[in-house]
T-cell receptor, first 116, second 111 residues
């Protein structure tokens, strides 16, 4: 159980394109979903926390207008990287959690985004 | 600020025991997680400690001392497939619950 599906797994696109990444909890309802960014050999950096039906809470330094997050249902959250540029190239990972903070996060397989 | 420290890399031999340490300085502590992450893949949950002491789960055990801001992950009977990064992560409550991840310890298991 506790499967999180993230799509697409790999995106290569031109600078200026907007890219949407989906994160779905397949067999549980996710009260909270998280979006992370990870550079090679570095830690997961939390970008934002989203709860179903409410606005996402962004971490300091993360541009809300650049990284649009929608959490329309208890099983789906989306991250849209708007007008992507080469510096946005990274590994983006979503996670979902059901219940309280003591519950583990279940991670999607990540999306490797490459902007040319 | 919030800070988590763990060694960058460790090497151990197949069949041996290895201990990966983690120290943290955080406010609003709400538990400590260990995750395993193979290269190019997403992290997978290993353990959660919120009370002091040792939690054993098969070949993996995790220890927490809240007063010392210290945890370790103990891996027994190492297998080649245990070669991965091990992430120490602290749950915090600062008006909202979130998890702060350490940079991870890359473990290399050699034959």
């Amino acid at each position: 159980g506790a499967v999180v599906s993230q799509h697409p797994s790999r995106v290569i696109c031109k600078s200026g394109t907007s890219v949407k990444i989906e994160c779905r909890s397949l067999d549980f309802q996710a009260t909270t979903m998280f979006w992370y960014r990870q550079f090679p050999k570095q830690s997961l950096m939390l970008m934002a926390t989203s709860n179903e039906g409410s606005k996402a809470t962004y971490e300091q330094g993360v541009e809300k207008d650049k990284f649009l997050i929608n959490h329309a249902s208890l099983t789906l959250s989306t991250l849209t990287v708007t007008s992507a540029h080469p510096e946005d190239s990274s590994f983006y990972i979503c996670s979902a959690r059901t219940g309280g903070a003591e519950q583990p996060q279940h991670f999607g397989d990540g999306t490797r985004l490459s902007i040319l | 600020g919030q800070n988590i420290d763990q060694p960058t890399e460790m090497t151990a031999t197949e069949g041996a025991i290895v201990q990966i340490n983690c120290t943290y300085q955080t406010s609003g502590f709400n538990g400590l997680f260990w995750y395993q992450q193979h290269a190019g893949e997403a992290p997978t949950f290993l353990s959660y400690n919120v009370l002091d002491g040792l939690e054993e789960k098969g070949r993996f055990s995790s220890f927490l001392s809240r007063s010392k801001g210290y945890s370790y992950l103990l891996l027994k009977e190492l297998q080649m497939k245990d070669s991965a990064s091990y992430l120490c992560a602290v749950g915090i409550n600062t008006g909202g619950f979130k998890t702060i991840f350490g940079a991870g310890t890359r473990l290399f298991v050699k034959a």
